[in-house]
């Protein structure tokens, strides 16, 4: 599987919590404040929409296959502007499929006909246990757990008749594709890879064609608010100036703080839509992969908050409110290719803070935290005898790099 560049190291992973942190040190504040500068910036000067962009820092050019690009569709957006890449984030598909696999049919009697085994076939379902390889599906599955936990035979025979039955209800059928495509298969590793419909062979296909744009920044006079965007100011500003936490408070604190004047070129920007792979594929880069997502089950678990259909753990609350682990998607990426930037910054480094710099920005710095030893990347750096820093980085054609992700809420997906 390609790497994504693990820049969340540097901050404490929240898995849950869906507040952006509010930053407190000196460095970290005012990398928060260039940020924000920087993502209007971004935004005026790519034309994108405020209400619906995020900017993403921190990955490495997303390589050859599909793989990174699922990955970061498959992470629910934070409530912020920007995000750094963090593999211990709410993931979309392991939270639709603990969802999935807790909700209660609707067709027939079953849930009537269990009675008080109800609890104990639902938390059966939470051990992710594979699916019958006769392809008999969610029944073949509750036969095997009947006869072995339903001391009551007429029973165990009624409620396997009711799980066939209701078959054709949205909540068994997501139920069968969740367990189809979440069973690993050492002849067919990409059996339990949960796929989205973005490829890497469209981005190559359609990048080169996409128009280029032109962004431009200065710290002393641009704007910080963002109170016109989607995420109402909420900026996620845990990274110091250099990607790597082992540099000095005093360097990182120097250069955030610094009056920064910025020039980006981007040869090719294109918007690469993506959704959960629903059905099978004639793609040929999809057609091995397997289903596993069903949006009409997953808008019935949103318009119906009662035990009818939820089940003691997630409830609805946990999944759909305040602080939900699937309030948001990721539904089309920005992807750019062929950067060149160029940063002057005016700074007042001593002279060890000097050498730490030009050791340190070799391993990827604000705001793209592109590492020299990622493929593309490329970063020069000189400092006068005034302190002027002049930066200049590239990350060569032919190396796609995500600039940003569009986002939409829960509750606009299932307005209807």
Same mark, same amino acid.
């Given at each position: 599987?390609?790497?994504?560049?693990?820049?969340?190291?540097t901050?404490? &992973?929240?898995?849950?919590?869906?507040?952006?942190?509010?930053a407190?040190?000196p460095?970290?504040?005012?990398?928060e404040?260039?940020?924000?500068?920087f993502?209007?910036?971004?935004?005026?000067?790519?034309?994108?929409?405020?209400?619906?962009?995020?900017?993403?820092?921190?990955? *490495?050019?997303?390589?050859?296959?599909?793989?990174?690009?699922?990955?970061?569709?498959?992470?629910?957006?934070?409530?912020?502007?920007?995000?750094?890449?963090?593999?211990?984030?709410?993931?979309?598909?392991t939270?639709?499929?603990?969802?999935?696999? !807790?909700?209660?049919?609707?067709?027939?009697? /079953?849930?009537?006909?269990?009675?008080?085994?109800?609890?104990?076939?639902?938390?059966?379902? *939470?051990?992710? $246990?594979?699916?019958?390889t006769?392809?008999?599906?969610?029944?073949?599955?509750?036969k095997?757990?009947?006869?072995?936990?339903?001391?009551?035979?007429?029973?165990?025979n009624?409620?396997?008749?009711?799980?066939? +039955?209701a078959? =054709?209800?949205?909540?068994s059928? &997501?139920?069968?594709?969740?367990?189809?495509?979440?069973? $690993?298969?050492?002849?067919? $590793?990409?059996?339990?890879?949960?796929?989205?419909?973005?490829?890497?062979?469209?981005?190559?296909?359609?990048?080169?064609?996409?128009?280029?744009?032109?962004?431009?920044?200065?710290?002393?006079?641009?704007s910080?608010s963002?109170?016109?965007?989607?995420?109402?100011?909420?900026?996620?500003?845990?990274?110091?100036?250099?990607?790597?936490? !082992?540099?000095?408070? !005093?360097?990182?604190?120097?250069? &955030?703080?610094?009056?920064f004047?910025?020039?980006v070129?981007?040869?090719?920007?294109?918007?690469? $839509?993506? %959704?959960?792979?629903?059905q099978?594929?004639?793609?040929?880069?999809?057609? +091995?992969?397997?289903?596993?997502?069903?949006?009409?089950?997953?808008?019935?678990? /949103?318009?119906?908050?009662?035990?009818?259909?939820?089940?003691?753990?997630p409830?609805? +609350?946990?999944?759909?409110?305040?602080?939900?682990n699937?309030?948001?998607?990721?539904?089309?990426?920005?992807? %750019?290719?062929?950067?060149t930037?160029?940063?002057?910054?005016?700074?007042?480094?001593?002279?060890?803070?000097?050498?730490?710099?030009?050791?340190?920005?070799?391993?990827?710095?604000?705001?793209?935290?592109?590492?020299?030893?990622?493929?593309?990347?490329?970063? =020069? !750096?000189?400092i006068?005898?005034?302190?002027?820093?002049?930066?200049?980085?590239?990350?060569?054609?032919?190396?796609?790099?995500v600039?940003?992700?569009?986002?939409e809420?829960?509750?606009?997906?299932? &307005?209807?």
């Amino acid at each position: 599987m390609s790497e994504i560049s693990q820049l969340s190291t540097t901050k404490q &992973a929240v898995a849950n919590a869906d507040v952006a942190l509010v930053a407190t040190d000196p460095a970290s504040q005012a990398i928060e404040n260039l940020t924000a500068q920087f993502y209007n910036a971004v935004v005026h000067g790519c034309q994108l929409d405020p209400s619906t962009f995020q900017l993403f820092q921190g990955s *490495k050019p997303l390589g050859d296959t599909s793989d990174v690009l699922w990955q970061i569709f498959d992470v629910m957006p934070p409530l912020s502007t920007n995000s750094h890449y963090n593999s211990s984030a709410n993931i979309f598909s392991t939270n639709y499929g603990g969802v999935i696999m !807790s909700l209660k049919p609707q067709g027939g009697t /079953f849930v009537e006909d269990m009675g008080d085994s109800m609890s104990d076939w639902t938390a059966y379902l *939470k051990t992710k $246990p594979a699916s019958p390889t006769d392809g008999s599906g969610l029944a073949g599955l509750f036969k095997t757990w009947a006869d072995i936990n339903l001391s009551d035979p007429d029973q165990a025979n009624k409620c396997y008749m009711d799980i066939r +039955e209701a078959g =054709e209800d949205a909540i068994s059928v &997501a139920k069968n594709a969740w367990l189809s495509a979440s069973v $690993p298969n050492p002849q067919n $590793p990409k059996k339990a890879t949960k796929a989205y419909t973005a490829t890497m062979a469209t981005v190559k296909a359609k990048i080169d064609s996409a128009p280029g744009h032109q962004v431009t920044m200065d710290s002393e006079q641009d704007s910080s608010s963002l109170n016109h965007s989607w995420a109402n100011s909420s900026s996620d500003g845990f990274l110091g100036f250099f990607g790597s936490s !082992s540099h000095s408070d !005093s360097l990182n604190i120097a250069m &955030a703080s610094a009056s920064f004047k910025i020039d980006v070129s981007y040869d090719n920007l294109m918007t690469m $839509p993506g %959704v959960p792979l629903y059905q099978p594929s004639q793609d040929k880069d999809l057609s +091995e992969y397997v289903p596993w997502y069903n949006s009409e089950a997953l808008g019935m678990a /949103f318009h119906t908050q009662d035990n009818t259909l939820w089940g003691n753990d997630p409830t609805w +609350e946990s999944t759909f409110g305040g602080a939900g682990n699937l309030q948001r998607r990721t539904t089309e990426l920005v992807v %750019v290719d062929g950067i060149t930037m160029t940063m002057s910054a005016q700074t007042s480094l001593s002279q060890s803070d000097q050498a730490s710099f030009r050791e340190a920005s070799g391993g990827g710095f604000w705001p793209f935290y592109g590492s020299s030893s990622d493929s593309g990347w490329h970063h =020069e !750096s000189k400092i006068d005898a005034n302190g002027l820093v002049t930066i200049t980085s590239s990350c060569k054609k032919g190396n796609p790099v995500v600039l940003g992700v569009n986002v939409e809420s829960i509750s606009k997906q299932f &307005a209807n």
